[in-house]
């Protein structure tokens, strides 16, 4: 990586991961300046991982359309915020052990995200439930 400073090259000091979600926290040092700074490196989701939708088509994943609907869903609690991002980091490690290929298929999807809000609170799995996850007639 580059200097934010100079422009030259940077070695790591210290490297530690999140565990909260799939990040590393990284110290670098410019190898020409000596400056010191912190980087946050996170895996690009949307550009590595592809969702077999019921139909068969195949679109990027969006952690933001998985993020709004655990949101909508837990709407009626105190901080629905704070608790749909936690519930996002959750999801997001389960769906983790799902993805062999970097295709992963809507329906599960929808299960790990029934699964964890049946664990965290029922309403708001009957809420998921009730408007995400499509019924087999």
Not at 71 to 81: A, F, G, I, M, Q
């Amino acid at each position: 990586m580059e200097c934010i400073h100079c422009g030259n090259l940077t070695r790591v000091t210290n490297s530690r991961s999140s565990k909260s979600s799939f990040s590393i926290w990284r110290r670098r040092q410019c190898q020409s300046c000596k400056e010191i700074f912190t980087t946050t490196e996170a895996p690009d989701l949307k550009a590595s991982i592809v969702v077999k939708n019921i139909d068969g088509t195949l679109e990027p994943f969006s952690p933001d359309k998985v993020f709004m609907s655990i949101l909508y869903s837990c709407n009626h609690r105190k901080s629905p915020l704070d608790d749909a991002r936690a519930l996002t980091n959750t999801f997001t490690k389960r769906m983790m052990h799902h993805i062999n290929t970097g295709i992963i298929e809507k329906t599960i999807i929808q299960k790990i995200c029934s699964d964890i809000l049946m664990n965290f609170d029922i309403a708001s799995h009957t809420y998921y439930n009730a408007y995400y996850v499509r019924k087999k007639n």
